[in-house]
Nanobody, 128 residues
Framework: QVQLVESGGGLVQAGGSLRLSCAVS????????MAWFRQAPGKEREFVSA????????HYTDSVKGRFTISRDNAKNTAYLQMNSLKPEDTAVYFCAARQVTFARSVTYSSQNMYSDWGQGTQVTVSS
């Protein structure tokens, strides 16, 4: 059974940085397209960033472009989200998600409905 475990969240001042990690077990990680979503209090969960199974394609929501970087290390079965220049509006619970793919390994997916496996979430709080 596949498991996703996020880590790296915390409290940071505006302008600071955090790196989130998502460790995947129970499946061949290189076959997983990965993504990060977030949910702020009182709001719906939203897409943040995605990376293809091959690692060659990435996608970001407009509000984080130029500040966040998604990456993956297949040797460590881990996906990352490097978050720089953090803003109070980035405060949310961040979730990683995985979708196993056999073809189209260069495709990214931004819809929550495309992902079958989710982590438990990690809290990111940005103070002003």
């Amino acid at each position: 059974q596949v498991q996703l475990v996020e880590s790296g969240g915390g409290l940071v001042q505006a302008g600071g940085s955090l790196r989130l990690s998502c460790a995947v077990s129970g499946r061949t990680f290189s076959t997983d397209a990965m993504a990060w979503f977030r949910q702020a209090p009182g709001k719906e969960r939203e897409f943040v960033s995605a990376i293809s199974a091959s690692g060659g394609s990435t996608h970001y929501t407009d509000s984080v472009k130029g500040r966040f970087t998604i990456s993956r290390d297949n040797a460590k079965n881990t996906a990352y989200l490097q978050m720089n220049s953090l803003k109070p509006e980035d405060t949310a619970v961040y979730f990683c998600a995985a979708r196993q793919v056999t073809f189209a390994r260069s495709v990214t997916y931004s819809s929550q409905n495309m992902y079958s496996d989710w982590g438990q979430g990690t809290q990111v709080t940005v103070s002003s």
